[in-house]
């Protein structure tokens, strides 16, 4: 069964502080694996990472896949408040029908 | 680019009745769309993914006669909670899958349905 497991699952870091968070995956037929940021509403696309060693930047945040592994980890440095959220990772297999999202890590920035 | 429109962002309705919430791509065209749920503090739900013309592929636990899904153009698809009851009140999301860009998927802004 395919399933994506994401560590922690609940973070509570003062701002300033560089945060990683984690997603494990065990998925047949990997495609691509996606981060969101869920705030109040809909989730707002991060990153697609596809390749393997291949660091993705967005500001502050950053991500990279480890294919052999099987994870992939999404770094916030300089933490604000603004970050407080859920990240979600989900996976997409190749026959591009289908996610699986893990449950989320719910980040909390404090001031 | 990569516009996902969702339609209506609340709705309130009464026990027994049904309501229809529409997922529009704005400026691409989507052969696939996703509808979620979300419930309190946990992650989204896949409830079904529709593809456009043919029928949509429902989760094992979601009841495809209380959530009808239709996808009847590349741009627009819609779920239809039929006679809706308070348990059924969350958050549903839609998202489309955009071909020419990969895999990547662009979410709705969301419906949060309430049953009273």
């Known amino acids: 069964e395919d399933k994506v497991v994401q560590s922690p699952l609940s973070l509570v870091v003062h701002e300033g502080d560089t945060v990683t968070l984690n997603c494990s995956y065990e998925v047949t037929n990997f495609r691509s694996l996606l981060w969101y940021k869920q705030e109040k509403k809909a989730p707002t696309f991060l990153f697609m990472l596809?390749?393997?060693?291949i660091e993705k930047k967005s500001g502050r945040l950053s991500s990279i896949l480890d294919k052999k592994e099987l994870f992939s980890i999404l770094n916030i440095t300089a933490t604000q408040t603004g970050d407080s959220a859920i990240y979600l990772c989900a996976v997409m297999d190749n026959y591009g029908q289908n996610f699986v999202f893990g449950p989320g890590t719910r980040l909390s920035v404090l001031p | 680019g990569a516009v996902v429109s969702q339609h209506p962002s609340r709705v309130i309705c009464k026990s027994g009745t049904s309501v229809k919430i529409e997922c529009r791509s704005l400026?691409?065209?989507?052969?696939?769309m996703f509808w979620y749920r979300q419930f309190p503090k946990q992650s989204l739900m896949l409830m079904a993914t529709?593809?456009?013309?043919?029928?949509?592929?429902?989760e094992q636990g979601v009841e495809k006669d209380k959530f009808l899904i239709n996808h009847a153009s590349l741009t627009l698809s819609t779920l239809t909670v039929t006679s809706a009851h308070p348990e059924d009140s969350s958050f549903y999301i839609c998202?489309?899958?955009?071909?020419?860009?990969?895999?990547?998927?662009?979410f709705g802004q969301g419906t949060r349905l309430t049953v009273v």
């Open positions: 596809t390749s393997s060693g």
């Open positions: 529709s593809n456009e013309g043919s029928k949509a592929t429902y």
């Open positions: 400026d691409f065209q989507a052969t696939t």
């Open positions: 998202s489309a899958r955009v071909h020419s860009r990969g895999s990547e998927a662009f």
